[in-house]
């Protein structure tokens, strides 16, 4: 099984970006503990960061070649995006969406979602918990 994880703008900033809201973890931090836990269930993940609307469509249009599944951090494309809905309505890969603080906690225009309406599930609020959570799921998701 192979899993993309695809992580939206900002979040190479992780680790000095407002650790009282995003935590203290770099990216690298993050991507280390999803392919851990990648490890113990024998599957490969891709990672890709990008602060670019185009380049993240480009990306999910790719992953039917490769991926199983997808598991992404849309980040402040998740309130903005039609064009990242799209492109995951339009591939039909199985995806989660995940966010490290709680979007329903934060600025109002936070609270919504273009993705998850299409999402097998939206884990929000657990810091890299949300990323282990998610990707635990979707590794049942497709399992089964």
Known sequence: MRILVLHGPNLNLLGKREPEIYGTLSLDDINGALEALGAEFES???????????????????????????????????HTSVALRDALAAIGLPFVEVHLSNIHRREEFRHHSYLAPLALGQICGFGLDSY?????????????
């Open 44 to 78: 490969d993940l891709g990672f890709f960061q990008s602060n670019s609307e185009g380049a993240l469509v480009d990306a999910i249009q790719q992953a039917p070649e490769n991926y199983d599944g997808i598991l992404i951090n849309p980040a402040a494309y998740t």
């Open 132 to 144: 282990l959570l998610g990707l635990r799921a979707l590794f049942n998701h497709i399992k089964n």
